[in-house]
């Protein structure tokens, strides 16, 4: 059974820093990309940073120079560091694989607020 447990949100201040962390179970998690989504209130779920399970990791506009994703193929981890953050960065954070998301599974997710 395939299992997504996100965690690491909070409050934060504006300028602040969380690390994110991602825990995928029963899956074929070397094998395949992953990824972590945000959605923020009234807005669609969009990706955030992709990393392949080479390690090689790409960043989409609006977190470039401020996230860091970061994987463990031994242990099925994902980790988000996020710097510099800003209220525009306030979401619910999902992490997954892409092709369980493709599959239409996600976990709970993890909500970040940034606010003063």
């Known amino acids: 059974q395939v299992q997504l447990v996100e965690s690491g949100g909070g409050l934060v201040q504006p300028g602040g820093s969380l690390t994110l962390s991602c825990t995928i179970s029963g899956a074929l998690f070397a094998n395949h990309a992953a990824a972590w989504f945000r959605q923020a209130p009234g807005k669609e779920r969009e990706p955030v940073a992709r990393i392949l399970n080479t390690g090689e990791a790409n960043y989409f506009d609006g977190v470039k120079g401020r996230f860091t994703l970061s994987r463990d193929n031994a242990k099925g981890t994902v980790s988000l560091r996020m710097d510099n953050l800003t209220p525009e960065d306030t979401a619910v954070y999902y992490c997954?694989?892409?092709?369980?998301?493709?599959?239409?599974?996600w976990g709970e997710g993890t909500q970040v607020t940034v606010s003063s």
């Open positions: 997954n694989l892409e092709y369980l998301a493709a599959a239409g599974l």
